[in-house]
């Protein structure tokens, strides 16, 4: 119930809010010192030897980055590119640099990866240290043009030279840092230039309608399903399945791919919201039970071990012409 109560208070500025503001306060002068630190030299900043592009966000919960790192890596390569990826691998268990493998288990090396991998045809390397995944990528591929790095907008260890900033309908909420608000630092931002971090190099995707400047992505359902065991089914034909639709997602804000299915024409009878990255592992729901189970794709990396049979459906995000205009124009 803590997380609901949150998530609204950080839409506006409400008894809540203030309440944590002190401790918001505390973690704007430890993330001010943090990239203090790097301004002026007192922490190293590490170049690899090809350009890097952060794909990240400054809000918490999910904003859309990882179809905008699929998207930014789909247009690298039909440019000729080649690109990699790196990523924290939150929720993996790997203590060091690990490239994700299709059979790598979603417990070592995180969900997301997993989905990077299946979904973009590229290697991908995780690591809580982005600058040695990075290394480790180029050891094992070392064809690779360009690195992506899913996250990792504040990790300014590793030098950047394009940025990418992801936000939602959300925007920046109240404006406010953590707790008090969604932002993880202010909004505009102080840039570190030691990191490569600066105005001229930043790009700003939007995934939904809001007041910020920048490029509004489109979002949408792909048109067909696909279950554990390779099958493929059109969306719609779920309806028709004569049992009743189930869906469940252990994404940041589960409402959304809920109301997405709802606007497919899908009547949904059940729907289950799941912390983030849920791990499936204590899952369990009657196998008897007559019903079709809906997932994310996310999900589908993890809960298909235990229930193949349910379909996931993929996100499909367009990056519009000018975004892609304006990171070809950076890129030269």
């Not at 918001?24 to 010192?33: D, G, V, Y």
């Not at 690195?147 to 950047?160: A, E, K, P």
Request: aromatic share 6%; glycine share 10%.
């Amino acid at each position: 119930m803590l997380q609901p109560a949150l998530t609204r208070a950080w839409q506006r500025r409400g008894p809540l809010s203030t309440a944590l503001l002190p401790l918001a306060w505390l973690i704007a002068c430890l993330s001010a010192a943090h990239r203090w630190g790097y301004a002026i030299g007192l922490l190293r900043v590490h170049r690899l030897p090809v350009p890097v592009i952060v794909v990240g966000n400054v809000v918490a919960g999910g904003a859309g980055k990882t179809p905008t790192v699929l998207g930014v890596v789909a247009h690298l390569r039909a440019r000729g590119l080649r690109p990699g990826i790196v990523s924290r691998g939150y929720g993996g268990q790997h203590t060091a640099a690990t490239e994700v493998q299709a059979a790598s288990p979603p417990a070592l090396v995180g969900d997301e990866p997993l989905l990077l991998l299946r979904a973009s045809g590229v290697p991908v390397v995780v690591g809580r240290d982005r600058l040695q995944a990075g290394y480790l990528l180029l050891q094992a591929h070392p064809d690779i043009t360009h690195i992506v790095c899913d996250d990792g907008m504040q990790h300014y260890r590793l030098f950047r030279d394009i940025e990418i900033c992801v936000f939602d309908a959300r925007g920046v909420g109240n404006g406010r840092l953590l707790p008090a608000g969604l932002l993880r630092q202010p909004w505009p931002r102080s840039a570190v230039a030691a990191a490569g971090q600066s105005p001229d190099r930043l790009l700003v995707v939007k995934t939904g309608p809001s007041s910020l400047p920048g490029h509004l992505a489109n979002r949408a359902l792909a048109p067909e399903a696909r279950n554990g065991h390779g099958e493929t089914r059109p969306l719609l034909a779920l309806q028709h399945t004569g049992s009743p639709l189930h869906a469940l997602a252990g994404i940041a804000q589960p409402e959304n791919f809920f109301a997405m299915l709802r606007a497919c024409g899908l009547q949904l009878q059940q729907t289950e919201s799941l912390p983030d990255h849920y791990d499936f592992d204590s899952y369990s729901r009657n196998r008897d039970r007559r019903e079709t189970l809906i997932c994310t794709e996310k999900d589908a990396t993890k809960l298909w071990a235990h229930r193949p049979d349910a379909w996931a459906v993929p996100l499909v995000q367009t990056l519009p012409p000018g975004f892609l205009a304006a990171l070809d124009a950076l890129l030269a």
